[in-house]
């Protein structure tokens, strides 16, 4: 559900200590080439962001910016206007949501094998949902009835399966199943934007399966996790998705 989105914290780019900030600059500079030679880019200047909002002062076009998921390709300066890129001083330059927020982001390639898998991280998870979504049409997923509990450093994550998130997306075609009406914005992808939520929660021991999955609008979700009615629609949905069981 929580979707990471990196503030803006001009600060902390000063709060490193020198000796570590040059060292993480090494570190990015070297994933950065990896990945242009990798990927055949064909670019002059490339820089890496773990969290693909602030990058260093571009000395070349064309240029590539990556971040851990994807690349954008800038082929002049015009492109930083284009992209409403904020340069700051000292030539660094921010991206307000992320280069991942630009169009002609290009996620990395990864594997149908990789994009299958379940994952805990909800960013890896969404990636691997677009990912199986790109490559076309998914047959009904068998899911898991007992999904793995990871157990975390602070709280247990569960992992989820991107195949079951895909299909409950594309089968739903941006319609909220509980209140029928259309996503309230559109994605990058073109589509009216919905959740995926299991009606028996996985944390309750609900399984990871399209039987106990639907796509709400952000409203329906909130709805039938704090509202004082959510009783009753969960037993409208039970009503109006043949798909899901009730208890
Ligand atoms: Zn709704
Ligand atoms: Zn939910």
């Not at 064309?62 to 001083?89: M, N, T, W």
């Not at 952000?218 to 949905?237: E, I, M, T, Y």
């Amino acid at each position: 559900m929580k979707k990471s989105c990196a503030p803006f914290h001009p600060e902390h780019l000063f709060s490193h200590n020198g000796a570590s900030m040059q060292s993480h600059k090494k570190e990015n500079s070297g994933k950065a080439k990896r990945l242009v030679s990798k990927l055949g880019l064909n670019v002059v200047r490339q820089y890496y962001r773990e969290t693909g909002d602030w990058y260093a002062p571009i000395l070349g076009y064309p240029c590539a910016l990556f971040d851990p998921y994807g690349y954008i390709v800038l082929s002049e300066q015009a492109d930083l206007d284009r992209h409403k890129i904020k340069v700051y001083k000292g030539d660094r330059i921010f991206v307000d949501n992320g280069i991942s927020s630009l169009t002609g982001y290009t996620y990395l390639p990864i594997s149908e094998e990789r994009s299958l898998q379940p994952t805990s991280n909800l960013i890896l998870l969404d990636r691997r949902v677009q990912d199986l979504r790109n490559r076309g049409p998914i047959s009904r997923p068998a899911g898991n009835t007992k999904p793995n509990l990871v157990k975390g450093a602070s709280h247990p994550e569960i992992q989820r399966l991107p195949a079951v998130k895909a299909w409950i997306l594309q089968e739903a075609k941006g319609i909220c199943e509980l209140c029928r009406q259309r996503g309230p914005f559109l994605t990058h992808q073109g589509e009216s934007y919905l959740e995926v939520h299991h009606v028996v929660q996985l944390a309750g021991g609900g399984p990871d399966t399209v039987e106990n999955s639907v796509a709400l609008c952000p409203n329906c979700h909130r709805l039938l996790h704090f509202g004082v009615d959510a009783d009753s629609q969960r037993q409208k949905l039970y009503l109006a998705v043949p798909r899901v069981k009730g208890e």
